[in-house]
């Protein structure tokens, strides 16, 4: 079956960098495009950046500039990498792809932004 696993997540201080990534399984993965959402505590889960399977990329305003996606289709493998974090930045990251109807959700990292 088709899993998406992220790891990556942890605490870092304001200012700093993490890399996130989501090892994709169960898909022929250089066929789908792969988004990254995050969801922070009482809001609602919001689209942070995408790629399609040409490896074009889009952002949300809130991140453009800091957080850059990258694919590896040989590792099966989206990252996620995020510079000059901030505490709004932290949040439940989640790796997600959809193609043909179907819609595929990894469990989350949790990132946390704070010193």
């Known amino acids: 079956q088709v899993q998406l696993v992220e790891s990556g997540g942890g605490l870092v201080q304001p200012g700093g960098s993490l890399r996130l990534s989501c090892a994709a399984s169960?898909?022929?993965?250089?066929?789908?495009?792969m988004n990254w959402y995050r969801q922070a505590p009482g809001k609602e889960r919001e689209l942070v950046a995408t790629?399609?399977?040409?490896?074009?990329?889009n952002y949300a305003d809130s991140v453009k500039g800091r957080f850059t996606i990258s694919r590896e289709n040989a590792a099966n493998t989206v990252y996620l990498q995020m510079n000059s974090l901030k505490p709004e930045d932290t949040a439940i990251y989640y790796c997600?792809?959809?193609?043909?109807?179907?819609?595929?959700w990894g469990k989350g990292t949790l990132v946390t932004v704070a010193s």
């Open positions: 169960g898909i022929t993965f250089r066929l789908y495009p």
């Open positions: 997600n792809t959809r193609r043909a109807g179907a819609d595929y």
């Open positions: 790629i399609s399977i040409g490896s074009i990329t």
